[in-house]
């Protein structure tokens, strides 16, 4: 088995970045979910409540992050390095909130101008714990970003061959793997491999992962990430393959043990 992609997605909801390489933190990859859009009451604003986040093209630079977007001109936003933290939760139900610290009224005011509704930006100075220790098997700490459950998101390619075959017998279109918006892919596994290597540590080039568990997916994968129109798979149909306990599976949550870099062709171990 070998890594063939890397992306992050430097602003939580954007379109992804493709890279050759990237440096593995105890929370994620560098760049990855470390700002995030919010609402008034400082919820997360995200592909579930706007398609337009399609559209937001940021890169993460040393010391701030860029935006772009068709129509709009490119905005420079530092990271915030004074101001009063504000509490925010990644969604409404979490009983976690977390300090951020907001942009900026530059930053809102465009991505107010971008999404048509009023925002907020706000970056994670300090990643920290999101869910009470002991809600869930493989805890995270309070090493987490922005991401909706662990710090990294694997995903199969032959598990998503395996989709399209079935998407391919009910006469529905395939769907590319950016709809899972995955932060590592690898391939050489047979399909749904990943399933059993819940709870398993594993090897990816020189560092070590956890396995926390299957990923439940959730209307983003009905999105086009390049347009943003939406449709009812591939739910539709991990709803009759890939059904657990009411949970739509496609994907694995991966949790670092080791900090360090990853590259693409990283040979990909799994430690029995």
Known sequence: ??????????????????????F?????????????????GGVGVTQRDTTRLVDLRATARPGGLTLRAAG?????????TAGEPVPVRTFRSRTFPVPALPAGRAADD?????LGRPVRLVWLARPTRHLAAGSREHDTGDQVNFADAYPLLLANTASLDALNDWLAEAAEEPVPMARFRPNLVVD????????DWVGRPLRIGDLRFRAAGPCDRCVVTTTDQETGVRTKEPLRTLGRHRNVKQKLLFGLHLIPIDSGQLKLGDPIVITP
């Open 72 to 80: 709009q001109p490119d905005l420079d936003v530092p990271e915030p």
């Open 110 to 114: 465009w991505l107010g101008a971008l």
């Open 1 to 22: 088995m070998r890594l063939t992609s890397i992306h992050t997605y430097p602003v939580k909801g954007c379109h992804r970045l493709d890279h050759d390489g990237a």
């Open 24 to 40: 593995v933190q105890p929370w994620g990859l560098a760049g990855d979910r470390r700002w995030m859009v919010v609402d008034a």
């Open 188 to 195: 050489g596994a047979s399909a749904w491999a990943e399933d």
